[in-house]
């Protein structure tokens, strides 16, 4: 009888090993971070994504798809897919050293407030000499803090354009979409850090995130950022960075 129960534990073993590399897993870091082990994003991790300042803020990408701790489902409303709007696109460029350039089109029409503070940061010159920061081949490649450490940004906070936060924005985040990180408990808490999707990230992102543009060339220079070798907080190993993000004038008239 003891024989029967050590080998029906083994195989539950067995089966929950096979699930959680399949499902893509998370482990815990030294500071009690939780981060993705491979295609995290091609699945569902039970545990958040994120990267934690010294002062415990996160201004990472997190995953909020976690059931509630009774077992329920979560009985908030997916997000819905609202009509998007590409017209009046704003063309910009994101030229990385040794890398090359990533032409992206911006939808104002889409989020209105999240593309006027990056196209005002950009024109500003904020972004250049930062780096990307945060590299998760299969998931992300995010930059846009001058700290290069994950928690810093700029002085402006700005209003997350997303459906969780009272705000309609049906661009999903699919491979080569551009998007806002923030801290995990302000909707409202956006600055400079942005991401750029290296594979489709929706069924996590959706409705949390604000969404405002996508790659429209270049997308061989995300995929050859997001293959780097990084460290344990994901960290590129050699510095991946940005030298210029640069606006379309002619289509844009800053603030």
Excluded: W
């Excluded at 993705?36 to 091609?42: A, E, K, R, T």
């Excluded at 010294?54 to 509630?68: I, L, N, P």
């Amino acid at each position: 009888m003891i024989k029967r129960y050590v080998h029906l534990i083994s195989l539950i073993c067995i089966a929950a090993v096979s699930l959680c590399l399949f499902a893509g897993c998370t482990e815990e870091k030294d500071d009690g971070v939780f981060v993705p082990n491979g295609s995290l994003y091609d699945g569902i991790s039970d545990k958040d994504a994120t990267s934690i300042d010294e002062d415990g803020a996160s201004d990472d990408v997190t995953d909020k798809t976690d059931e509630e701790d009774n077992g329920e489902s979560n009985d908030t409303a997916a997000p819905s897919k609202a009509v998007v709007d590409k017209s009046s696109a704003i063309p910009v460029t994101i030229t990385v050293k040794e890398y090359g350039s990533i032409k992206l089109n911006l939808y104002p029409n889409v989020a209105p407030k999240t593309v006027d503070n990056f196209i005002n940061l950009a024109s500003d010159g904020f972004y250049d000499g930062l780096i990307f920061h945060r590299v998760i081949k299969d998931f992300m490649i995010q930059g846009g803090d001058p700290t290069g450490t994950g928690g810093g940004g700029s002085d402006e906070k700005i209003t997350g354009e997303f459906l969780f936060n009272g705000v309609e924005n049906g661009l999903s985040h699919k491979r080569g979409v551009i998007s806002m990180a923030r801290y995990e408990d302000d909707f409202d808490s956006a600055t400079s850090q942005f991401f750029i999707c290296h594979k489709d990230c929706s069924e996590n992102l959706d409705g949390f995130y604000a969404a405002f543009g996508e790659v429209t060339d270049g997308m061989d220079v995300v995929d050859a950022i997001a293959s780097v070798s990084t460290d344990s907080n994901d960290k590129p190993l050699t510095e991946v960075v940005i030298e210029s993000i640069t606006v379309d004038s002619s289509t844009y008239i800053k603030n």
